[in-house]
């Protein structure tokens, strides 16, 4: 009964940015940590970035100092906002959330369908 749609991608000139949302819908309890991965044709996913209920958050190496995430809890949303897009950022970017039921003790990782980024030479 849970639900992740993200939205926000799009085809962009390398320097250019992109803001990616993830909004979570359906019957739960809350959610703990939210992320955004990405994957390319013939390559496994990887992480990008993630962040805790708390506000931490964590990034790969190679987009430090370049995306930010951050969340609405009231909109049960997480966001990414890519700024100095290279071409190397080019991938279908999936958006995750570790979700509590409305009963039990337990979080479960749901996953979206993806939106996919492209960048330009």
């Known amino acids: 009964q849970v639900q992740l749609v993200e939205s926000g991608g799009g085809l962009v000139q390398a320097g250019g940015s992109l803001r990616l949302s993830c909004a979570a819908s359906?019957?739960?309890?809350?959610?703990?940590?939210m992320g955004w991965y990405r994957q390319v044709p013939g390559k496994q996913r990887e992480l990008v970035a993630t962040?805790?209920?708390?506000?931490?958050?964590n990034f790969a190496d190679s987009v430090k100092g370049r995306f930010t995430i951050s969340r609405d809890n009231a909109k049960n949303t997480v966001y990414l906002q890519m700024n100095s897009l290279k071409p190397e950022d080019t991938a279908n970017y999936r958006c995750?959330?570790?979700?509590?039921?409305?009963?039990?003790?337990?979080?479960?990782?749901?996953w979206g369908q993806g939106t996919q980024v492209t960048v330009s030479s």
């Open positions: 995750n959330a570790d979700v509590a039921p409305q009963y039990g003790s337990s979080y479960y990782s749901y």
């Open positions: 359906g019957s739960f309890f809350s959610i703990n940590s």
């Open positions: 962040i805790t209920g708390g506000g931490n958050t």
